[in-house]
């Protein structure tokens, strides 16, 4: 059985309504009171995320834990259930409809639904009544911060790759070149020693450079990993919910 003082731990709790399957049926937003005993009767809970997704449960079979509902029906149940005015203005005969498609019963007393009249409501969460006749009238404010979390590790690693280097070398060799010097009346005494046939080897030496291969290892450049800090812009989209107030004057 939930009572009035169950009523503010609902409300300003954040509860929510679930099946006795436990599964989520939606979020709390206004509790009724019945006009002839004063006690909750009627609770209007939100499967959705507009206005047409909020439905009418009877609180009669409802069981509290914690901030939040139990009830007997399911979600589906719920979200088909008969719509009923938000301000309370229903007649007694949709009352009764709403009831009868929760299989509870109503009396009726008059032309009025004893039992099912809401007249008395609590709003959600922070909204009070004050003594002087007064409403504080409260609204959510989006309140953003930033967290530092881990997004990635750099390490540096040296390994060593080969590559195909060619260069072009400037490389000299000797070649051999046979000049023949006539013998003339004028340089015979020089050119000549005699005239005798013979046999005669003269050896002549010739070389050529070739490239030799030899790798130094050299410093080239210093890498180091820095951190810096780059600021940009996040849009951030969030639904915040604020109370109005509204009179209504019989």
Request: proline share 4%; glycine share 6%; with cysteine.
């Amino acid at each position: 059985m939930i009572t009035t003082q169950d009523i503010e731990t609902i409300i300003v709790g954040g509860g929510v309504m679930y099946s006795t399957d436990g599964d989520e049926i939606g979020s709390v937003r206004q509790v009724y009171l019945d006009d002839k005993t004063g006690e909750p009767s009627l609770v209007r809970v939100s499967t959705g995320i507009s206005i047409t997704s909020e439905s009418f449960v009877p609180l009669l079979e409802a069981t509290m834990e914690g901030n939040d509902l139990h009830v007997p029906y399911s979600k589906d149940q719920v979200k088909d259930a008969p719509r009923m005015d938000a301000e309370g203005g229903s007649s007694p005969e949709e009352q009764a409809r709403l009831y009868s498609y929760y299989n509870l019963s109503a009396t009726y007393t008059g032309d009025r639904a004893a039992g099912t009249s809401p007249v008395t409501t609590y709003k959600e969460k922070t909204l009070s009544r004050t003594p002087e006749g007064a409403m504080t009238r409260s609204e959510e404010q989006l309140r953003v911060r930033t967290q530092t979390h881990e997004t990635e590790k750099v390490w540096l690693r040296k390994c060593i790759v080969t590559e195909e280097v060619t260069l072009t070398v400037p490389v000299s060799h000797e070649e051999f070149r046979l000049e023949r010097e006539p013998i003339i009346d004028a340089n015979r005494d020089q050119r000549v020693d005699g005239v005798v046939l013979s046999e005669e080897d003269y050896e002549v030496v010739l070389y050529a450079e070739r490239p030799v291969i030899h790798l130094e290892t050299i410093p080239i450049e210093r890498i180091r990993i820095r951190k810096q800090i780059i600021t940009g812009e996040r849009t951030i989209t969030e639904e915040v919910r604020q109370e109005r107030i509204d009179t209504d004057a019989s």
